[in-house]
């Protein structure tokens, strides 16, 4: 069992950046990749970006490439999403969540954090 707790998010200008943190209980957070999904009011939930158990491998949706930088620390147990140049369409509830495989749905995922919500005005 994984238990998350998102943190971190908040309202922002266009343009500015915020880091969300995710905070895991468990001893086997090291084992899990994990992910970041968003999801807007009316929207279904789409992947942000993913990690793999040992940080070594990453992958980002194309419409976050190059602002957005997913990380973790093992150690703390806690991964990081780092969201630079926001814009308003980034508007969502932001989730965490942990799966055994680099899956790039949520389907793919086993435990989901509760959510933080993220705005960005224009």
């Known amino acids: 069992q994984v238990q998350l707790v998102e943190s971190g998010g908040g309202l922002v200008q266009a343009g500015g950046s915020l880091r969300l943190s995710c905070a895991a209980s468990g001893r086997t957070f090291s084992s899990y990749a994990m992910g970041w999904f968003r999801q807007a009011p009316g929207k279904e939930r789409e992947f942000v970006a993913v990690?793999?158990?040992?940080?070594?491998?990453?992958y980002y949706t194309d419409s976050v490439k190059g602002r957005f930088t997913i990380s973790r620390d093992n150690a703390k147990n806690t991964v990081y999403l780092q969201m630079n140049s926001l814009k308003p369409e980034d508007t969502a509830v932001y989730y965490c969540?942990?799966?055994?495989?680099?899956?790039?749905?949520?389907?793919?995922?086993?435990?989901w954090g509760q959510g933080t919500q993220v705005t960005v005005s224009s």
């Open positions: 969540a942990a799966g055994r495989l680099r899956g790039r749905t949520p389907d793919e995922f086993d435990y």
């Open positions: 990690i793999s158990w040992n940080g070594g491998s990453t």
